[in-house]
């Protein structure tokens, strides 16, 4: 099946610095990578996604870089808030499984 | 709000017990899936249905089950609980295609306690 990796697991960044969270992937083809933002007690709610045809995509101050060859994928968060602190979850599918594998989830603290 | 209704927001029991989750996905999504969280933890998948069939299984438990109606809602159940059950469990449904590659919308989640 599949098996992801993320890190950090946590990470502290003053507000308007940039933050990025790295995943690594093992099945070949996947093609599917979403990441979900979970604030406390609250549901995973996603925030981007790339699918295997592009290397990145953006969305405001989120973006997302995917590199196939190496099998890892990169979340990127520019001039944080704090209102970003919460639990990251990286995601890639298990395609023998057809469910979705998640990482073990990076807590971005953003310092004001 | 993600369309995806859990039922009941908490749940306390004791050990050696027995409990029933309920989630509603969203309107015309056919697939579900449950996932446990436990404190501090990541997303454990435990099993998946779509349109009323079991579709993949993840780390679920002998003493877990679920199921799928024809109204498209779901249960999970639990029973012989046990201290380690504690966890916030939740639903997520998807669109029609029900593969893993399209986004899942997260219910609220039910927090269970096991005394």
Same mark, same amino acid.
């Given at each position: 099946?599949?098996n992801?990796?993320? =890190? ?32 406390l ?25 995917l590199?196939?060859?190496?099998? =890892?994928?990169?979340? =990127? ?24 594998t ?11 | ?46 099993i ?19 199921q ?6 779901s ?21 029609p ?19």
């Amino acid at each position: 099946g599949e098996n992801v990796e993320q =890190h950090p697991s946590t990470l502290s960044v003053q507000e308007g610095d940039s933050a990025v969270i790295k995943c690594t992937y093992s099945d070949s083809a996947s093609n599917y990578f979403p990441w979900y933002k979970q604030e406390l007690g609250k549901r995973p709610q996603l925030i981007i996604d790339i699918r295997s045809n592009v290397g990145e995509k953006k969305d405001q101050r989120i973006a997302v870089t995917l590199n196939k060859t190496a099998k =890892h994928f990169s979340l =990127h968060i520019t001039e944080t808030q704090p209102e970003d602190s919460a639990v990251y979850f990286c995601a890639a599918p298990d395609m023998g499984r057809r469910a979705l594998t998640f990482g073990s989830g990076t807590r971005l603290q953003v310092q004001p | 709000d993600s369309g995806v209704t859990q039922t009941p927001k908490h749940l306390i029991t004791a050990t050696g017990q027995r409990v029933t989750l309920r989630c509603s996905p969203r309107s015309g999504d056919l697939s579900v899936y449950w996932y446990q969280q436990s404190l501090d933890q990541g997303l454990q998948f435990l099993i998946q249905y779509y349109n009323g069939e079991e579709r993949a299984k993840g780390n679920i438990l002998e003493r877990f089950s679920a199921q799928q109606f024809p109204d498209l809602h779901s249960e999970l159940n639990l029973s012989s609980l046990e201290l380690g059950d504690s966890a916030l469990y939740f639903c997520a449904s998807s669109k029609p295609a029900g593969g893993s590659h399209n986004e899942q919308f997260f219910g609220p989640g039910t927090r269970l306690t096991v005394l």
